[in-house]
């Protein structure tokens, strides 16, 4: 296991200059005054420079069309199609060729320019969020600017440096003084002398820190504070040290993360998403990558993050979804509901890989004659080859053999349509290979049929999951080393990081949701935020109580609310009640809604809210069956628990009004 960086724990304070942030005036004024000159300068010039950049792309890209529109003409004029002769034919293609070639010159062009202007647009706003100053080894410490997205003119040096190339590592990893990072596989010693936060709203420069260490960062204080939208954000300029380690692990084939509530897994999975974007950019294409999510809503939630960063969201989809799809390819009439149990593939592959039995012979002819050593699966991948080879395959798998005998006869019960479908990928070795990267968040929530499946199929590619072991629901308990042991057995190696601190929910909350994590007070999960308000915990509580409640609290405090419960039908029981009671906007969310309402607030299932965060959290019936659960209980409470940013109410048990 890979503990958290302990540089992460160091509580040095920042050094601070912006003048509503600023701490010990006397001492920093002179120097922060100047320093804040000199820094609203560069900013100053580096913002006149992207507006002209803007400016200047604009009409390069005029220009460009224009020599396009031209150049069409000219060919449509200038290339007489003449067949008459196989010369005539080949000067004829060859003109057509030569054509081709320069409109795809000046498209490429085009494109190139439009990039620049995406990043030049993505920049102006915040043009960049830190400063490292690197001495190579000549004592003169050179300053670079980190943005979310790098920029340059063609053949000139970065103004702004990508938060993702290789010497960011050295700003991420927040050491100060000698350290090193990697670049094309060599190590480069430097001493990093300054790192500088700033915070920037278009030519304004809000603020100045330099720090020695990220803990304790009044930036990601702030931003950790305020209310919070429908969707996440981006977490690049306040990344600490144990995410980036996580987020630029490029060593590992199968990254297991195991984070408690809070702990910017699902944050720091779409930051490595963008990162090997990057790191892969000449190789790999976007639709090499594949995000698994827990249902729609929370691809919704997600979206907007990896567009903040000038890339494109990857195809995202439930696995089930997947599964159902992969299933048609192959004729397999698989729905969701065939899903949801426990279905042990693992005894076909036991039984497949045991010699074929005489018997077999009468289902599928001739299976058992050679080499009786030989597994059946082998057996039946030749026969699979052949059928290939003979350009014979069926459109339905199904009813390519008598699979219920067949089964019968290996002593199984006849298969389910995820069994035949198991059965199907072991026989055609089907791996979904254009998958380079395969990201899979809330892994705790996947059985061990679905891991199987995940390593048959997405055998050659590399594989991010994260989870938290305290978040099962129900179904089945997760274990993070005996996921291990399975990925060892299919020969690949998990590399095993867990993170421990939680930025979500404030101090108070932190420790409320921990308690339920299975070791005393939750005491190893470190809260970033500070105390807060301590959680609201009533007894007995009135519907009409609690509308008032709902409506005090809405109309006190900005940022997203939420009602959970646990599960849809309390849901709609509760929304009834409530009826016209609130005078405010309430939607009940379910699992098949795309997209969640703008509403005041949202009454929400448990397992659907999983994975979100809301400032208020109103709990109802915490004391009801689901949550008493003797196994799954205390991590229905730390979920729902740990939804909560700033407000945490805890109703024990709901009355009906008289
Ligand atoms: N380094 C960071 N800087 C700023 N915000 C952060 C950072 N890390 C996490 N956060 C914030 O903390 C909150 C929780 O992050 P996220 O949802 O990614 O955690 P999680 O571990 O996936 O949570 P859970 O498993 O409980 O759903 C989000 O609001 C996220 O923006």
Redesign the pocket.
């Given at each position: 296991m890979t503990s958290p960086s302990s540089t992460s724990l160091s509580h040095i304070p920042p050094t601070i200059y912006s003048l509503e942030l600023r701490r010990t005036p006397a001492i920093l004024s002179f120097r922060g005054d100047q320093m804040e000159n000199l820094e609203q300068t560069h900013l100053t010039k580096v913002v006149a420079f992207l507006s002209s950049e803007l400016d200047r792309l604009d009409q390069l890209i005029n220009t460009i069309e224009q020599e396009g529109r031209e150049t069409k003409a000219n060919l449509a004029q200038d290339t007489r199609l003449n067949f008459d002769s196989f010369a005539d034919n080949v000067d004829t293609f060859a003109n057509i060729e030569s054509g081709n070639r320069q409109i795809d010159a000046l498209n490429a062009k085009v494109d190139r320019a439009r990039s620049q202007q995406r990043k030049a647009n993505l920049l102006l706003p915040q043009a960049y969020f830190a400063r490292i100053d690197l001495d190579f080894g000549d004592a003169v410490s050179e300053p670079f600017y980190l943005g979310k997205v790098g920029y340059a003119k063609p053949d000139e040096e970065n103004i702004v440096y990508d938060w993702r190339t290789p010497l960011a590592d050295v700003y991420y990893a927040g050491k100060q003084g000698p350290t090193s990072y990697v670049a094309n596989g060599r190590t480069i010693s430097v001493n990093l002398t300054l790192r500088r936060q700033f915070q920037i709203q278009n030519n304004h420069l809000l603020g100045v820190m330099d720090t020695t260490a990220a803990i304790n960062d009044p930036v990601?204080l702030e931003?950790?504070a305020a209310p919070?939208s429908d969707s996440?954000?981006d977490?690049t300029?306040?990344?600490?040290a144990e995410?980036n380690a996580v987020i630029r692990n490029l060593s590992a084939d199968v990254l297991l993360v195991d984070?408690?509530?809070?702990?910017?897994?699902?944050?720091?999975l779409l930051q490595r998403i963008a990162y090997l974007r990057y790191v892969h950019r000449e190789d790999w294409q976007p639709d090499d990558f594949l995000l698994l999510t827990p249902n729609t809503i929370f691809a919704q939630y997600i979206k907007d993050v990896l567009p903040a960063l000038g890339e494109q969201n990857p195809s995202a989809l439930t696995f089930n979804n997947y599964l159902v799809k992969l299933s048609h390819y192959f004729g397999v009439s698989l729905s969701e509901t065939d899903l949801s149990y426990n279905q042990y593939l693992s005894k076909i592959n036991a039984i497949l890989d045991q010699p074929a039995p005489k018997s077999l012979d009468r289902f599928i002819p001739g299976i058992s004659q050679t080499d009786d050593a030989e597994p059946i699966i082998a057996r039946l991948q030749l026969l699979w080859r052949r059928q290939v080879a003979g350009d014979d395959i069926p459109d339905d798998f199904s009813s390519w053999l008598p699979w219920d005998p067949i089964f019968r006869c290996l002593g199984l019960a006849a298969p389910s349509p995820l069994q035949l479908l198991y059965t199907v990928l072991l026989i055609t070795q089907f791996r979904q290979d254009n998958i380079k990267a395969l990201f899979v968040?809330?892994v705790q929530d996947y059985s061990e049929d679905q891991m199987l499946l995940m390593m048959t199929v997405f055998k050659a590619s590399h594989l991010t999951l994260?989870?938290?072991h305290n978040?099962t629901l129900d179904g089945h308990s997760f274990d993070p080393q005996s996921l291990q042991h399975q990925f060892a057995v299919h020969n690949r190696k998990v590399t095993a990081v867990s993170?421990l601190t939680s930025?979500?929910s404030t101090g108070a909350i932190t420790r409320y949701f921990g308690q339920f994590s299975g070791l005393p007070n939750g005491s190893f999960i470190r809260p970033i935020q500070p105390e807060g308000n301590a959680p609201l915990i009533l007894d007995h509580y009135s519907v009409s109580d609690l509308a008032s409640l709902i409506r005090q609290q809405a109309t006190e405090t900005t940022g997203t609310f939420a009602i959970l419960v646990s599960d849809a039908s309390s849901a709609q029981a509760l929304y009834d009640l409530l009826g016209d009671r609130l005078s405010l906007s309430i939607a009940v969310i379910s699992a098949q809604d795309r997209d969640r309402p703008e509403t005041n607030v949202q009454i929400i299932p448990l397992a659907i809210a999983?994975?979100?965060?809301f400032d208020r959290v109103i709990i109802v019936n915490f004391q009801d069956r689901y949550f008493s659960d003797a196994e799954f209980g205390p991590h229905r409470k730390y979920?729902a628990a740990?939804?909560a940013?700033q407000t945490l109410t805890i109703i024990n048990k709901l009355t009906t009004d008289e």
């Open positions: 990601l931003i950790l919070h996440l954000k977490i300029t306040t990344i600490q995410q984070g408690v509530a809070g702990s910017g897994k699902t944050s720091v968040d809330e994260v989870g938290d978040q993170l930025y979500r999983k994975g979100l965060e979920v740990s939804r940013t």
